[in-house]
């Protein structure tokens, strides 16, 4: 392995260089439900909103003593995550390959750091390195990708076994994407019973332990918090609707590979191209008997990984939501380049990886450049009322509550005012909510990212208007629509 240690390397800094270009923490902000949250984190709360994800409370409280309002730091933690999540993600697919694949040294290195450069650039799963919130989804999967990769390694000594408990354990008590994992560890152990590199009663025990583990942390949730999933997630993950949840299925399926569009028509026309193309790759390696049983366990792990989420659905005119698409991902990014090693010859298999990594990059610079956007404006509101200390009511007039589908000021914005600077919101009034949308010459700009947002104020009697100006060269307001 040490003869690799160069490839590694040169692929490791590349994928850190490239994702902090793309992802460009330095022009984020708090977004969204940042400031319902953070003034909890603030005093120390743990089980925030009645969730029980007491480890990623416990980052947000870390991060909140480390950088206070300094939303900068924040946002390079998240970015480091998931550097962390890419680099774990290449040990994760090398060990399975070694004990499942059928493929050299060589193979087995290049297809792992295919695989790692694939989810350090994936597009669809972008709220969880760009929102500050959307963060458990990744941390939650490196203590999947460490439990996971500690447990291929059990036949060297308990204490792996060991580990691999308690990575998935802290996993359980970060983010509910994890509860995946004891179905993976099934399929793994069934399949290393079936090859005979391991004893059936001793697997059996292993698993049996994994899953009582897990079993033992839902009956801690219900103990807590009264609930499984918390109570945003309990409203809609035992709510069983065959339509509702097929519907769901279809679009989280579909979202996994493809783009949110205003379009109803053109995201139907891409589900129509997707299923097109995977039935061509399929029938290939079926047709060439390159179907084996580590392919269907990854397949199989990848649709449950969804099972979790798939009643609280995912949008497909927006990104809200992609964060549940994380720890999916990494199954995912692992079974396209193993359909494509099998399915391709190897230099259409390059030109194959090169695309997606092309196409996965782009809609991820675009995804980071609307948070951007999206951050400056929630930047330019918060100074704002920082610097305005004025008695009087004021009435918002254009209040961007979304901005190119991304939630802008959904909740936490009066929150954030009252907490952190001491604001009386009772004297700040909506008087419409809108949507920002960009317009043709903003998609046309592609390496323009800053842009300048200000207000105009308006003294009407005992009131002030303010109104959010920016350049209608790039963006519009139109009505919110719920």
Not at 231 to 249: C, I, M, Q, R, W
Not at 293 to 301: C, D, G, M, W
Not at 394 to 400: A, Q, S
């Amino acid at each position: 392995m040490n003869k690799y240690i160069g490839l590694k390397t040169v692929f490791l800094f590349s994928f850190i260089g490239i994702t902090l270009f793309i992802y460009n923490p330095f022009a984020l902000y708090f977004l969204n439900d940042d400031m319902t949250h953070l003034p909890l984190s603030s005093k120390g709360v743990l089980f925030q909103h009645n969730s029980f994800r007491p480890i990623h409370d416990l980052l947000l409280i870390t991060e909140y003593k480390l950088w206070g309002l300094n939303a900068l730091g924040y946002h390079l933690v998240e970015w480091g995550i998931h550097v962390v999540c890419s680099v774990l993600v290449y040990q994760f697919s090398y060990s399975l390959l070694k004990v499942y694949g059928k493929h050299k040294e060589k193979g087995m290195v290049l297809m792992a750091l295919f695989t790692a450069s694939l989810f350090s650039v994936y597009a669809f799963h972008s709220e969880s390195v760009l929102w500050i919130l959307g963060s458990g989804a990744s941390l939650a999967t490196i203590f999947f990708l460490l439990s996971v990769i500690a447990y291929l390694k059990r036949k060297d000594g308990i204490i792996h076994f060991i580990a691999s408990l308690l990575f998935f354990q802290i996993g359980l008590f970060t983010y509910e994407a994890i509860w995946v994992a004891p179905v993976f560890i099934l399929l793994l152990s069934y399949e290393s019973i079936r090859i005979g590199t391991t004893q059936g009663r001793k697997e059996r025990l292993y698993v049996s332990l994994y899953w009582l583990s897990f079993l033992g942390n839902l009956l801690l949730r219900k103990i807590f918090i009264g609930e499984l999933a918390g109570t945003y997630g309990s409203e809609k993950v035992f709510d069983f609707n065959l339509k509702h949840l097929l519907y769901n299925a279809v679009c989280f399926f579909t979202r996994s590979f493809v783009p949110p569009s205003q379009s109803t028509s053109v995201f139907a026309g891409s589900m129509v191209v997707l299923v097109i193309l995977l039935f061509i790759v399929f029938r290939k390696v079926f047709v060439s008997k390159k179907l084996d049983s580590f392919l269907l366990i990854l397949i199989i792990s990848f649709l449950c990984s969804l099972l979790p989420v798939v009643n609280l659905g995912i949008s497909t005119h927006s990104r809200e939501s992609e964060r549940f698409l994380y720890l999916p991902s990494v199954f995912l990014c692992l079974l396209i380049i193993l359909l494509l090693t099998k399915a391709l010859s190897q230099s259409k298999m390059l030109v194959c990886f090169g695309g997606l990594v092309l196409y996965n990059t782009y809609f991820t610079y675009m995804n980071a450049r609307d948070f951007g956007v999206a951050s400056s404006i929630s930047k330019a509101f918060y100074n704002h009322f920082e610097r305005d200390q004025d008695s009087d009511t004021i009435i918002l007039k254009g209040f961007p509550r979304q901005f190119n589908g991304l939630p802008l000021f959904r909740s936490g914005f009066k929150e954030g005012l009252s907490s952190f600077y001491n604001i009386d919101t009772s004297r700040i009034l909506v008087a419409d909510e809108k949507e920002m949308k960009t317009t043709s010459a903003y998609n046309k700009a592609l390496i323009k990212r800053n842009f300048e947002f200000y207000f105009k104020e308006n003294k009407v009697g005992l009131y002030k208007e303010l109104t959010l100006v920016y350049d209608s060269t790039y963006f519009s307001m139109v009505e919110f629509k719920n």
